[in-house]
């Protein structure tokens, strides 16, 4: 497939995608978001890939929603097209998605990091949600995604005054897992897929799955859920693999990586 506003990389065996509108700071597009989409469903359904990648350039991960394509919408337009619905299959993927964000994640770029498993930020990445200061508000999940990551006082903050927040503040805030430094982030990214590539595939969708749970679960419902996923896996070959190879003292060989 001839995608024209993203690249597409396969690195062992994580699906790499890099955002690829340089002269737009990465704008997020409709194009964009279905190529984007697209990429990710062919990765996710292909046995080879374990994990996938998405990054933007060194100056930006994307600087939010395609202001100048948004422009011009009025409140039926936009609404009756609902144009921001695509944007949310991004994050029902099985296979575990990193975001490796250097430079701008503004708006649009921000909530895409976020609608990722894992973020990984090169020590220039700077994160903001800066609608307000376009006469809007956050629309693919800003106000509720970074409120779940750094607390409702800080995302209060960014979101009513679109202050950004850089790579060391991220990392503090809990919005990132890590920062590394901006030469290493894409190799750093997909080290971190192949990691997960070397487990049991089906284990780690059970263990995205479960994460994922407790932001839609009450605790008890969440706890109860994940007690019953964690029996489930000894009913996997996997699962018996992985005791006894500890218990042998040697490293596991998953029959479903
Ligand atoms: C369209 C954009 C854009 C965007 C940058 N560009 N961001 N085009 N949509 N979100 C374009 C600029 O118009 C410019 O095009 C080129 O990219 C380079 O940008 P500059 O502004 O010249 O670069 P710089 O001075 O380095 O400033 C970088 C920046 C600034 C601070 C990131 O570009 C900026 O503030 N961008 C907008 C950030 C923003 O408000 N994002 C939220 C969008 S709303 P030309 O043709 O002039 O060279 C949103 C809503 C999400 O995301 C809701 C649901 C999805």
């Given at each position: 497939?001839?995608?024209?506003?993203?690249?597409?990389?396969?690195?062992?065996?994580?699906?790499?995608?890099?955002?690829?509108?340089?002269?737009?700071?990465?704008?997020?597009?409709?194009?964009?978001?279905?190529?984007?989409?697209?990429?990710?469903?062919?990765?996710?359904?292909?046995?080879?890939?374990?994990?996938?990648?998405?990054?933007?350039?060194?100056?930006?991960?994307?600087?939010g929603?395609?202001?100048?394509?948004?422009?011009?919408?009025?409140?039926?337009?936009?609404?009756?097209?609902?144009?921001?619905?695509?944007?949310?299959?991004?994050?029902?993927?099985?296979?575990?998605?990193?975001?490796?964000?250097?430079?701008?994640?503004?708006g649009?770029?921000?909530?895409?990091?976020?609608?990722?498993?894992?973020?990984?930020?090169?020590?220039?990445?700077?994160?903001?949600q800066p609608e307000i200061n376009l006469g809007t508000i956050p629309g693919?999940?800003g106000?509720?995604?970074?409120?779940?990551?750094?607390?409702?006082?800080?995302?209060?903050?960014?979101v009513?005054?679109g202050?950004?927040?850089?790579?060391?503040?991220?990392?503090?805030?809990?919005?990132?897992?890590?920062?590394?430094?901006?030469?290493?982030?894409?190799?750093?990214?997909?080290?971190?897929?192949?990691?997960?590539?070397?487990?049991?595939?089906?284990?780690?969708?059970?263990?995205?799955?479960?994460?994922?749970?407790?932001?839609?679960?009450?605790?008890?419902?969440?706890?109860?859920?994940?007690?019953?996923?964690?029996?489930?896996?000894?009913?996997?070959?996997?699962?018996?693999?992985?005791?006894?190879?500890?218990?042998?003292?040697?490293?596991?060989?998953?029959?479903?990586?």
């Amino acid at each position: 497939m001839a995608y024209e506003t993203i690249l597409v990389e396969r690195r062992g065996r994580v699906g790499l995608v890099t955002l690829n509108r340089p002269k737009a700071l990465n704008a997020l597009n409709a194009q964009l978001i279905r190529e984007l989409e697209e990429a990710l469903s062919d990765f996710d359904r292909d046995s080879e890939i374990a994990a996938m990648v998405i990054t933007g350039s060194e100056k930006a991960f994307a600087a939010g929603a395609d202001i100048k394509e948004m422009m011009e919408k009025d409140f039926a337009q936009a609404f009756s097209s609902d144009f921001i619905a695509p944007w949310a299959k991004i994050a029902q993927h099985r296979k575990p998605v990193i975001a490796a964000v250097a430079g701008y994640a503004l708006g649009g770029g921000c909530e895409l990091a976020m609608m990722c498993d894992i973020i990984l930020a090169a020590d220039n990445a700077k994160f903001g949600q800066p609608e307000i200061n376009l006469g809007t508000i956050p629309g693919a999940g800003g106000t509720q995604r970074l409120t779940r990551a750094i607390g409702k006082s800080k995302a209060m903050e960014m979101v009513l005054t679109g202050r950004m927040m850089d790579a060391a503040e991220a990392e503090r805030s809990g919005l990132v897992a890590r920062v590394v430094p901006l030469a290493d982030l894409v190799d750093e990214a997909v080290r971190l897929g192949e990691t997960i590539a070397s487990k049991s595939q089906p284990i780690v969708a059970m263990a995205k799955d479960m994460v994922n749970a407790a932001y839609e679960m009450t605790l008890a419902e969440g706890l109860k859920l994940e007690r019953r996923v964690f029996y489930s896996t000894f009913a996997t070959a996997d699962r018996r693999e992985g005791m006894t190879a500890f218990a042998e003292k040697r490293s596991p060989n998953f029959t479903h990586r």
